[in-house]
């Protein structure tokens, strides 16, 4: 592949990733107001203007379109569904004609919320979708949109995605036990957390062995961490972790508490857990326990956050 790469999204948990960790010729940041959180100009691509995007991407001609932008907030979806439809769904099947009659490639990437979270094994790629909110149907609309643009496309759908960086469970979780002695974490809802290096890592790999003629079905991989847990389980790790780093000078008490205890606007899976077999050995790539990658990412985040 020549060319330059668009990436979108690029203040996000991931896009920021990505702008870190891949060593990408030509790469060509953009965000919604043209800004990175460093300061620096980039490129404006505002998803909720799905008709703004040909001029951008005409001018700028990407060889490979990565697409980190999403619309992610889940309660505020329930809302907001008509923006949630544009950034999720109408941008995606923009970026997607864009590509198909100019001959580029796209990563994009889904959710474990296009699963109802019924199952009781981790969900293949085949099996059947029934998002139970705003943001799973749209984030599923996208991926339905990219498939019939024809656009040359792998879209990886992961799940529980935390960075050193960004609004995530860990940040969060670190922050409530720095000032709290008991914190209460949902205990039945299960899935895996996964880290954006891994998304990035694997992404690059993917990167590396493009497939070429692939299915249309064969384009979904469910790209998550190995092994799952709670977020009582995760929260637990994560906040030991930090005790024996010596982040924390105390451990607070974590309660197990069941999603009814904590009601929020939109429902979540209650199993989250995506096989991510096919990845691994499609692109011949091992996938860690989540644990393994916890470790990683908490070792990268200087103490003094
Ligand atoms: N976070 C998770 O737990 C999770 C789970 C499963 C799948 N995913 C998927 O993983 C991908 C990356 O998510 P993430 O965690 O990195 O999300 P994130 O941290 O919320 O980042 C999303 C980025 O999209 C940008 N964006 C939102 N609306 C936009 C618009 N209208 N125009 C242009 N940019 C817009 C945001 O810009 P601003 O910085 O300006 O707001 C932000 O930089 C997404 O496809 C998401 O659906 C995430």
């Not at 060319?3 to 919604?32: I, K, Y």
């Not at 990407?62 to 907030?73: F, H, M, R």
Request: some cysteine; proline content about 5%.
């Amino acid at each position: 592949m020549s060319g330059p790469v668009l990436l979108l999204g690029a203040n996000g948990q991931l896009g920021r990733t990505w702008r870190l960790q891949a060593d990408l010729d030509e790469l060509v940041c953009a965000s919604r107001d043209g800004r990175l959180d460093d300061g620096s100009a980039a490129e404006i691509a505002d998803l909720t203007l799905p008709e703004s995007l040909p001029s951008l991407l005409d001018r700028i001609r990407p060889a490979l379109i990565i697409n980190a932008a999403a619309y992610t907030a889940v309660d505020q979806a329930e809302r907001e569904e008509a923006l949630a439809m544009a950034v999720n769904a109408r941008a995606v099947g923009a970026l997607g004609q864009w590509a198909a009659t100019n001959h580029a490639r796209i990563i994009h990437y889904s959710t474990d919320y296009v699963f109802d979270g019924q199952a009781s094994r981790p969900y293949r790629e085949t099996d059947a979708t029934g998002p139970l909110g705003v943001y799973g149907r749209s984030k599923l609309a996208g991926e339905q949109a990219l498939t019939a643009s024809g656009a040359d496309h792998l879209i990886f759908r992961t799940a529980w995605v935390y960075a050193p960086w960004g609004r995530n469970f860990l940040n969060t979780m670190l922050r409530l036990a720095a000032e709290r002695d008991e914190l209460k974490v949902v205990a039945d809802q299960i899935g895996s957390p996964t880290s954006t290096w891994r998304i990035v890592d694997a992404s690059l790999q993917a990167l590396r062995h493009w497939p070429n003629a692939l299915s249309l079905q064969d384009r979904i991989l469910h790209l998550t961490a190995s092994g799952q847990t709670s977020w009582h389980g995760f929260a637990q790790a994560l906040i030991e972790q930090a005790h024996r780093q010596g982040r924390l000078s105390r451990l607070p008490r974590i309660e197990a508490i069941t999603t009814e205890q904590f009601p929020t606007p939109a429902r979540r899976p209650a199993w989250s857990v995506l096989d991510n077999t096919a990845l691994q050995q499609r692109f011949r790539y091992n996938i860690d326990d989540w644990r393994h990658d916890l470790d990683q990412v908490m070792a990268s985040i200087p103490s003094s956050s």
